[in-house]
């Protein structure tokens, strides 16, 4: 390094500083070192001066080697993950429906109870998977926008489904409700809810009631005065099914309370055609 080095035998004097075979050892320091051994006040002996000088030095040298390591490893942080389902939300993966039990944010691994695993005491079976491997579950054969019947005994519109929890948000126009509901209390789709406007072989028409033992439905057909019992095949559903748009309880009103905007382009069939239907009987 270019450093000039000076050799000190120890061990003179009292002798204490001693090795194996009662040999004494030799120290090596550079000039600015033994310039400040010389400078240091002797307290009691000179080799407790040089080794107070020498000592300090080491000393502040592994502190500040020391601080050094604690501030690197304050810095190092293990990764969070951030949570997308929330606990109690359906879910679907390759092995089945299932509930988020909990979320573990060390390595973004979601806690899931397969519904449909049970084991021999009963409990479900839990199963431990990543974001990429869950979906958010949807009632079996529902889509959003189309009538369902729910185990309510009332029928509606699935407006939409919240990915986060799985939550069906169903407006009931009919008894001017919305419901927020898990999948298993859709029971299935349908062809019309009740307060739709439908068009049957007869002219336009109103759903009164929807049958589900027999899966048909009772429509009060305009300007006849005359009910039509009829099965989903024989009619469509027409616009939105609400004229009364800014009523009290209007298809408005229910869309504000999480801020929908109703299409003014209308609610098509589910084979986007409203094109009258001559398939099927009816009797008026």
């Keep these: 390094c270019g450093?000039?080095?000076?050799?000190?035998?120890?061990?003179?004097?009292?002798?204490?500083?001693?090795?194996?075979?009662?040999?004494?050892p030799t120290l090596f320091c550079t000039v600015e070192t033994a310039k400040k051994w010389k400078e240091t006040k002797w307290r009691k002996s000179t080799n407790d001066g040089l080794f107070s000088v020498f000592g300090s030095l080491v000393s502040k040298t592994f502190l500040a080697t020391n601080l050094v390591g604690r501030v690197e490893r304050k810095s190092i942080s293990i990764p969070q993950y951030e949570r997308?389902?929330?606990?109690?939300?359906?879910?679907?993966?390759?092995?089945?429906?299932?509930?988020?039990?909990?979320?573990?944010?060390?390595?973004?691994?979601?806690?899931?109870?397969?519904?449909?695993?049970?084991?021999?005491?009963?409990?479900?079976?839990?199963?431990?998977?990543?974001?990429?491997?869950?979906?958010?579950?949807?009632?079996?054969?529902?889509?959003?926008?189309?009538?369902?019947?729910?185990r309510l005994g009332l029928t509606g519109i699935l407006a939409s489904v919240e990915p986060t929890s799985g939550v069906h948000i169903v407006t009931m126009v009919s008894a001017?409700?919305?419901?927020?509901?898990?999948p298993d209390q859709i029971v299935r789709p349908i062809k019309a809810a009740v307060g739709e406007d439908v068009l049957t072989a007869y002219g336009e028409g109103k759903v009164e009631l929807y049958r589900e033992s027999s899966d048909s439905y009772v429509v009060h057909l305009d300007?006849?005065?005359?009910?039509?019992?009829?099965k989903a095949e024989t009619f469509d559903r027409v616009g939105d099914g609400i004229h009364d748009?800014?009523?009290?309880?209007?298809?408005?009103?229910?869309?504000?309370?999480?801020?929908?905007?109703?299409?003014?382009?209308?609610?098509?069939?589910?084979?986007?055609?409203?094109?009258?239907?001559?398939?099927?009987?009816?009797?008026a």
């Design 245 to 283: 748009t800014d009523g009290a309880f209007g298809m408005k009103w229910l869309l504000s309370l999480f801020s929908f905007t109703p299409d003014s382009s209308g609610t098509r069939s589910r084979s986007n055609s409203i094109a009258r239907s001559q398939s099927g009987r009816s009797v």
């Design 84 to 150: 997308y389902y929330r606990d109690g939300a359906a879910v679907s993966c390759k092995y089945g429906d299932g509930l988020v039990k909990k979320f573990r944010e060390n390595d973004g691994f979601y806690e899931v109870s397969l519904v449909k695993w049970k084991l021999a005491n009963g409990s479900c079976t839990d199963a431990y998977l990543q974001g990429d491997d869950l979906r958010y579950r949807i009632a079996t054969g529902c889509h959003e926008g189309y009538p369902v019947l729910t």
């Design 176 to 182: 001017g409700m919305v419901c927020y509901l898990q």
């Design 223 to 230: 300007g006849w005065g005359a009910k039509l019992y009829a």
């Design 3 to 24: 450093k000039s080095l000076f050799c000190f035998p120890l061990g003179t004097g009292n002798g204490r500083v001693t090795v194996a075979y009662e040999s004494h």
